[in-house]
């Protein structure tokens, strides 16, 4: 028998409508003028690359799945509003190789799975880089200088990842970490307005952060704060130099943090102050600090200290005002005093090994 014609056009079409054509590559401006109206040329999973070139326009992702590339220098002069914006929904978005300027927040990231890597943020009114309520975004090998506030704010981020960025001169934080399992990996901040890294915020809390192999150079304040509401996060590595306050600060209220091999020098208060509880502090290096090496605060209480090293501290190596605190083969060397100077008994902590006198 012979099919008849409707019936085959009938069947094409519901053919065509089952497998869907694959995405586009849509190159700007040859095939279309704009990035936005790129995006929506490619469509889902699509592909705009962007060649050479301003671009005055803010964007925001329409598609899940998209990557946006330059090639060359491409600019996007967002105007003074946002430069670029994945929304709430939006997924799976790649965003490589772009400048952005002239932005109130460079870009501003809502949708989950989303990397941002190699682009340049500059000159923003506010953040470089935000993102907010999402988890699993990538921000690696992006330079972001001279902004308004934070140069990365990760607001209530969840499995997020910052890797490889160099951050210079934000008018806040170099990074701001508000959320959990975060992790901060081999990035260089230099001269931020307030911290260099800060963990947590005064309501919200930031736990099982990892803060490791960054260089922080001259911030306004802490080197590294981790906020009352921080908890069981992890410090390793990193180089802290000049800050004006603490190397290394952890708040009263802090749980559980570990303080590994961190070398911190120069800092304009203490090295390393902790006032938090549960915490381990060890094989760091603190040199020069214009007050104390390392406090233990007055709320800073069951903690181990084992093998720090603390040398020429205009202050004392170690102050000691908490109690139930262990110290064990930690040195002072060259400071200004060895004393503890301690206001609780020298029985309250335990002392094992240390190359530094115990007496109050």
């Known amino acids: 028998m012979r099919t008849p014609r409707l019936v085959l056009l009938l069947s094409s079409a519901l053919l065509s409508l089952a497998c869907p054509s694959e995405a586009a590559d849509i190159r700007v401006p040859q ?11 490619a469509g889902p999973g699509g592909t705009v690359t962007v060649s050479a070139g301003t671009y005055a326009e803010n964007i925001s992702v329409p598609f899940l799945g998209q990557t946006i590339r330059g090639k060359g220098t491409a600019i996007v002069d967002g105007g003074g509003g946002v430069g670029l914006l994945v929304p709430i929904g939006t997924s799976g978005t790649v965003v490589k190789n772009l400048r ?51 140069g990365v704010f990760l607001d209530q981020c969840n499995g997020c990842l910052v890797e490889k960025c160099a951050i210079a001169w934000p008018d806040g934080n170099g990074l701001h970490v508000i959320g959990n399992l975060n992790s901060i990996l081999g990035n260089r901040v230099s001269n931020a307005r307030e911290d260099g890294v800060q963990l947590s915020s005064a309501a919200i809390p930031a736990a099982g952060n990892l803060v490791q192999g960054n260089v922080i150079r001259g911030p306004l304040f802490e080197g590294i704060e981790c906020g009352e509401q921080a908890f069981y996060c992890s410090l390793l590595d990193n180089t802290i130099a000049g800050a004006e306050c603490d190397g290394i600060d952890v708040q009263h209220n802090c749980v559980g943090h570990a303080l590994l091999g961190n070398a911190i020098r120069d800092s304009g208060d203490c090295g390393i102050e902790n006032d938090g509880m549960f915490c381990t502090l060890s094989r760091n290096r603190v040199d020069r600090s214009h007050v104390d090496g390392i406090r233990v605060g007055a709320g800073g209480n069951a903690n181990l200290l084992s093998r720090n090293t603390v040398r020429n501290s205009w202050g004392d190596g170690f102050e000691v005002l908490g109690a139930s605190n262990a110290f064990v083969r930690n040195t002072a060397l060259g400071s200004a005093s060895f004393d503890l100077n301690s206001v609780v008994p020298l029985a309250a902590n335990t002392y094992v090994a240390n190359v530094f006198p115990t007496t109050n």
């Open 31 to 41: 095939e279309a003028a704009t990035i936005s109206g790129a995006l929506l040329l």
């Open 100 to 150: 952005f300027q002239n932005c109130l927040h460079g870009l501003v990231i809502l949708g989950p799975h989303t990397i941002v890597s190699k682009c340049r943020v500059a000159g923003t009114i506010g953040f470089g880089i935000a993102a907010r309520g999402t988890t699993n975004v990538h921000i690696v090998k992006c330079r972001i200088s001279d902004t308004g506030s934070h």
